[in-house]
Structure formats: structure tokens, C-alpha cells
């Protein structure tokens, strides 16, 4: 196929590498404001990459300029945090053509609604298709402009949706050779809830919230940040998320027992499990609080879960506790903001029975 990704950042880059690895012809965009990496890619005509999947990809294009992005794209991923869903959509509106299949990758809640809203297309065309997946394909990280290392290929448990769902089993069966271990999920919702970044990041992040914050300290964020205190207000974030999906009728897997289906983990638990984990070995923490791990977990996925249980009555004091400690810290109202709500994608006046069937 004819494969665009949008997003050249880690994960954009490692889809773009694995998809040329996997022959198809794939052309790379990312906005004028992060040059670096496309330049370097442009340059050398592909990517390297190291770890679990490696060698180099070819990339028949890597740029600035959309429409040279878009020629002849059958399949189009949008990769990157939650806040860069709606440019995206933005920067493709009007130019996706009948036939076409978008993927949102990961779906950082509802990235899939976000991205038709900000691309002008309604939730029911079926014209051009759009799905989400619930987290990122790849643990992996830019080592230097045009080079990745990827310390897991994910062997299970990430989750699909289309919107209209009836595409997902299409989409699922076009994306098969490059990724073989996609499931289905029930829909949208399944997807957004499942992804745990929100209940992971922020918490590790608080948790070491000194360190990361006095210069010159580096440290290991899930071996060396992750005790057993912290995985107890992991465990708290997560029977939250989980007890939404139950008032939705979905059902949302605890993230330690996603962790072993990904192959990411090796014991179902919040401490050690985290700690020992083989797909997170030699992952630094980030060098400074003002991080995504905080302004998209928190800003976008823990407020978006927060309003969302507030709408079908579920309690959430620990989320709630978390956004109101990272909004003094970060000198933010992230709650205020509603970068990412119900509201925002247009979903806030649904009862639990319809948001479950979205």
C-alpha cells in the first residue's frame, strides 16, 4: 500500500520504519515547527532503527508540505499525544478523498472523535474511514534525528475501534501483516478507556516529582521510580478507569494484565511488576516536569475519564486528587482547560447505554 504517517515523533517514526520494512511505500509529514528529525530522514532517504524490530526503511518522502504527504495514501496513521490530533484534522480537512482509512494511534481518549471533528466529518460517514487503536504499537524512543531504538514491538492486546464500528473488522484485515496481534474492541469508548498512560505516567511522575524536577538528576522512571507506595496510587488511577468501563458494559482490563498480554510484563502486579518489566527496562524519565506525561496524561486523559465518570456517576476521588496536585505543581487548571472532554467531542449528553454503544 500507499501509506502516510502523520507524526515524526518516536512513534510516527518506528510505524514509518516497520511499515517500509514491511514494503510498503510509505511517505513521513510532520509540521515546519520540528524540523530535526524529517530533515535527517529526508537526507539519508529512511530510518534506522535498533532493539526489537531493526535494520533501515526506506521513506519515498519525508516533509513539510501535506499534500506531497497525502499523494496517492490509501491508509493514513495520525501519531503523536493527544494534542496533536485536532492540527492533524485540521491539517487534512478537505484533502481526504472516499476509500481512504485514517488510524489514530494511540486513541489518547477519544482521538478518533477528535480527529473527525477537527477534520469536518461527521461521526456517521462512512465514506472515509476512521479508527483508533489503544495505545502505541511501539516502546520505543528517538535516539538521535533519524534513528530509533525500539524496546518492544507489541505481541498482543492493543485494541481497534472504527467509527462506525462496522469497519473494524475491514481495517483490522488491511493492517494484518504489519500488525498481526491487533484485536477488535467492542468500541470507541473500549479503546479510550483503555489506554493507560493516563494511569501510569502521572502517577510515577508526581510520585518522583523532586527528582525530576532538581537538575542533573537521571533516573530509570519505571525500575528506579516505580516502589511499591507508587504502584498502590497506580492500583487507585486504575480501579477508577476500570469501574467506568463497567458503568459503560465494557470491559477494561487491569493494566499489569494488559502488561503481560503485551508483552511488556512479566508478574500482573503494580510494584515489582512495573519495576522488572522487560519492555521498560532502560527507559529514562523525562528531564522536566513541563512534559507530556503530565500536560497530555493529565490534561487530556485523566479530565477527559474525570468528566466522563462524572457524567454516567462514577466517583473518581483519586483522578480528581491527581489533576488538583498536577494543576498546583504545573501552575495549571488543567480541569478549567477541558483541553479533553465529553463536551469537547460532542458525546457529553449521552447516557451510559449510548456512550457503551458509540
Given amino acids: 500500500m500507499k501509506i502516510t504517517v502523520l507524526g515524526a515523533g518516536a512513534g510516527g517514526t518506528a510505524m514509518a520504519f516497520d511499515c517500509a520494512l514491511h514494503r510498503h511505500e510509505v511517505r513521513l509529514f510532520d509540521f515546519a515547527q520540528f524540523p530535526d528529525n524529517i530533515a535527517t530522514v529526508a537526507d539519508q532517504g529512511g530510518i534506522n532503527a535498533e532493539g526489537d524490530i531493526s535494520g533501515f526503511g526506506d521513506i519515498a518522502y519525508a516533509g513539510h508540505d501535506i499534500d506531497e504527504a ?74 538521535e534525528p533519524g534513528r530509533v531504538h525500539v524496546f518492544l514491538k ?43 498512560n493516563p494511569i501510569i505516567h502521572p502517577a510515577v511522575t508526581l510520585a518522583n516529582a523532586a527528582r525530576i524536577d532538581t537538575a542533573g538528576v537521571d533516573f530509570l522512571f519505571y525500575e528506579e521510580g516505580v516502589s511499591d507506595a507508587t504502584g498502590r496510587l497506580i492500583e487507585a488511577l486504575d480501579n477508577e478507569r476500570i469501574a467506568i468501563g463497567r458503568k459503560l458494559g465494557l470491559t477494561i482490563l487491569p493494566d499489569p494484565e494488559m502488561g503481560l498480554r503485551q508483552g511488556y510484563m512479566l508478574a500482573a502486579n503494580y510494584g515489582a511488576g512495573y519495576r522488572k518489566a522487560p519492555g521498560f527496562l532502560g527507559i529514562g524519565a523525562q528531564p522536566q516536569l513541563d512534559h507530556r506525561y503530565l500536560n497530555e496524561d493529565v490534561g487530556y486523559g485523566l479530565v477527559f475519564m474525570s468528566n466522563l465518570a462524572k457524567q454516567v456517576g462514577v466517583e473518581t476521588p483519586t483522578m480528581n486528587a491527581i489533576i488538583q496536585v498536577t494543576s498546583v505543581l504545573m501552575h495549571r487548571d488543567y480541569a478549567g482547560e477541558a483541553l479533553r472532554t465529553p463536551e469537547s467531542l460532542g458525546i457529553a449528553g449521552l447516557a451510559a447505554d449510548e456512550l457503551g454503544k458509540l
Fill in 154 to 196: 507489541l505481541k498482543a492486546g492493543n485494541l481497534l475501534a472504527a467509527l462506525p464500528g462496522s469497519h473494524t473488522d475491514d481495517i483490522l484485515k488491511l493492517i494484518a501483516d504489519v500488525y498481526p496481534s491487533m484485536e477488535p474492541a467492542q468500541s470507541v469508548m473500549q479503546t479510550s478507556l483503555q489506554n493507560a
Fill in 70 to 143: 497525502l499523494q496517492g495514501a490509501e491508509l493514513v496513521y495520525v501519531v503523536g499525544p493527544a494534542y496533536s490530533t485536532g492540527p492533524f484534522g485540521e491539517a487534512v480537512a478537505g484533502k481526504l478523498s472516499s476509500g481512504q482509512t485514517v488510524i489514530v494511534t494511540p486513541s489518547s481518549c477519544g482521538g478518533a472523535l477528535a480527529f473527525k471533528r477537527a477534520a469536518g466529518l461527521a461521526v456517521d460517514d462512512a465514506s472515509i474511514r476512521v479508527a483508533e487503536t489503544s495505545t502505541l504499537h511501539y516502546a520505543v524512543r528517538l535516539t
